[in-house]
């Protein structure tokens, strides 16, 4: 740890946010949320002051957006346009569900 001034009074400001934020475990969807949709002004605010206190949420942001970026840059899209499933193929997985298997 820091002796220093500086590096005494970061710690008192880690610990001080860290008793009044939100734990990782409520803030971990908004983490995997913000790869999809933009955050609200409170939730960028929120997530910003809690990645500053914790290094776990800031690797585990880090790995959710490297594998997002890694199936985005190598996985095709799926053409939505024509995803539905034909009334067959309904009817088959309707008797299988039905049947137990």
């Known amino acids: 740890m820091d002796q220093t ?3 005494k009074l970061k ?3 880690i610990l001080f946010l ?3 934020l939100p734990d990782c475990k409520t803030l971990t969807p908004t983490f995997s949320a913000s790869i999809d949709r933009p955050l609200t002004i409170k939730e960028k ?3 910003k002051l809690h990645l500053f206190t914790c290094e776990a949420c800031t690797l585990y942001l880090e790995q959710i957006r ?3 970026n890694f199936i985005h840059d190598h996985i095709p899209a799926v053409d939505q346009t ?3 499933l034909n ?3 309904k009817e ?3 008797a299988m569900l039905s049947s137990g298997n």
């Open 5 to 7: 001034f500086g590096g």
């Open 11 to 13: 710690w008192q400001l």
């Open 18 to 20: 860290a008793r009044r």
């Open 45 to 47: 605010f929120v997530t």
């Open 66 to 68: 490297l594998i997002h």
């Open 82 to 84: 024509n995803s539905s």
């Open 87 to 89: 009334d067959a193929a």
């Open 92 to 94: 088959r997985m309707k």
